[in-house]
């Protein structure tokens, strides 16, 4: 069964760059699927930020693709999102999710659990 | 980008109550859709995609219907573990878009 876990910093300062890492289980990240990230700032809905394909090839949301690189490495089964630039309204509890492949393909069949992230100096 | 207009924004109901959500787009996404639950600080999870299908493992107490702008997500009888937030998204084009989000409570 696949699992999705993010990682890394929980507190980014004012104009930096969030780094996440999305640590795929049980299953390929060569598999016929697209992985996204989405976010959620507290207490209000869901922002879809990007995708990637194990080739490489991305789809970004326009609202941050200026600010957006997702990126995948094959080796370690897992992938990345970099955000630059942030402000306080980056701060969000930012999912991984893995795209549903076949029929329903662009719906998120599998999640993290989520990390907070907060941009305070 | 597509825009989604989830209603109502709450809604109470009792335990076995049969309670729709509805979801309208602002064009046409045939029927490109999914909707999810999510409990408090948890993830989404996926309930049900192109508009009518039930995802492997969910209950068949919930149901989508709709295609074109308007969907709505039906629970035939509430159950304790429903009650929860509950978001549609559109995978008709990028990009991908969420409405606003149902909080479903007691009531």
Redesign the interface.
């Known amino acids: 069964q696949v699992q999705l876990q993010e990682s890394g910093p929980g507190l980014v300062k004012p104009s930096g760059t969030l780094s996440l890492t999305c640590a795929v289980s049980g299953g390929s990240i060569s598999s016929s699927n697209w992985w996204s990230w989405i976010r959620q700032p507290p207490g209000k809905g869901l922002e879809w930020i990007g995708e990637i394909y194990h080739s490489g090839s991305t789809n970004y949301n326009p609202s941050l693709k200026s600010r957006v690189t997702i990126s995948v490495d094959k080796s370690k089964n897992q992938f990345s999102l970099k955000l630059s630039s942030v402000t306080a309204a980056d701060t969000a509890v930012y999912y991984c999710a893995r795209n549903k492949d076949g029929e329903g393909s662009g719906a998120f069949d599998i999640w993290g659990q989520g990390t907070m992230v907060t941009v305070s100096s | 980008?597509i825009w989604m207009t989830q209603s109502p924004s709450l809604l109470s109901a009792s335990t076995g109550d049969r309670v729709t959500i509805s979801c309208r787009m602002s064009q046409g996404i045939s029927s490109?859709l999914?909707w999810?639950q999510q409990k408090p600080g948890?993830?989404?999870?996926?309930l049900i995609?192109?508009a009518s299908?039930l995802?492997s493992g969910v209950p068949s107490r919930f149901s989508g219907s709709g295609s074109g702008t308007d969907f709505t997500l039906t629970i035939s009888c509430l159950q304790s573990e429903d009650f929860a937030t509950y978001?549609c998204?559109q995978?008709?084009s990028?990009?991908?878009?969420?409405?606003?989000?149902t909080k479903v409570e007691i009531k």
């Open positions: 980008v490109y999914a999810y948890k993830a989404p999870e996926l995609y192109a299908t995802q978001y998204q995978y008709y990028f990009p991908r878009t969420f409405g606003q989000g």
